[in-house]
């Protein structure tokens, strides 16, 4: 089945503690990006990827880090947990060939308290 | 002005009606447009693509207006299982490659 997973579904952790969030799919999909959706914000992009050892920044991409050293997973890694970061987080893939379909994995609820 | 906007609803509906909703965008060169559809705290999925001569797939049909920048998206008949965020979302190309914009949504309630 062709799938987007997120590891942890949901997360409750402390200021400063470092965390990682893995984002894996299946699809052999070339592209792949980090959402983070707020209430009244919608949707917006933190990192994306277009290929393996290449990563560029989105709309809001500070206190957050990427990497991509497999084409099937992309972690998200937040060095030092704010409160700012409390949120719901998406992970998604597409071709770079189309369709451009975004596929989505299930979210992360992450809360730093 | 937001790249992307959308009328954030709640649209109510009365099932079995008729329902149409736009979102507007700001850059002209954008190269695609797909409605989504988002379950409350679940994944957005795709519900369909755009096309310029517009589209239908059962229910929904879907505009696109190049001249005045704006997507739509109607839904006839209305189930109660319609009720959802619906997301427009545009593709521009970049130098660095794809860019999709997300719309903030538009909330659907199809009651009784």
């Known amino acids: 089945e062709a799938q987007v997973t997120q590891n942890p579904r949901y997360l409750i952790t402390v200021t400063g503690k470092k965390l990682t969030v893995t984002c894996s799919q299946n699809?052999?999909?070339?592209?792949m990006s980090w959402y983070r959706q707020d209430p009244g914000l919608g949707l917006r992009q933190i990192y994306y990827?277009?290929?393996?050892?290449?990563?560029d920044k989105g709309d809001v991409p500070e206190g957050y880090k990427v990497s991509r050293k497999e084409k099937r997973n992309f972690p998200l890694i937040l060095e030092s947990p704010s409160p700012n970061q409390t949120s719901l987080y998406f992970c998604?893939?597409?071709?770079?060939?189309?369709?451009?379909?975004?596929?989505f994995g299930p979210g992360t609820r992450l809360t730093v308290t | 002005r937001k790249e992307v906007e959308q009328d954030p609803g709640p649209f109510n509906v009365p099932e079995g009606a008729t329902v149409a909703f736009n979102c507007t965008y700001s850059?002209?060169?954008?190269?695609?447009f797909f409605w989504y559809r988002q379950d409350c705290r679940k994944e957005p999925k795709l519900l369909m693509s755009?096309?310029?001569s517009g589209n239908e797939d059962g229910r929904f049909t879907a505009q696109l207006n190049r001249a005045s920048q704006y997507i739509s998206l109607l839904i006839r008949d209305s189930k109660l299982s319609d009720s959802a965020t619906y997301l427009c979302?545009?593709?521009?190309?970049?130098?660095?490659?794809?860019?999709?914009?997300f719309g903030g949504g538009t909330r659907v309630l199809v009651k009784p």
């Open positions: 979302v545009v593709r521009e190309i970049k130098a660095a490659g794809n860019k999709l914009t």
């Open positions: 755009v096309y310029s």
């Open positions: 998604a893939s597409s071709s770079m060939s189309g369709p451009y379909e975004q596929y």
């Open positions: 990827s277009m290929n393996v050892e290449v990563t």
């Open positions: 699809m052999n999909h070339e592209y």
């Open positions: 850059n002209s060169a954008s190269q695609s």
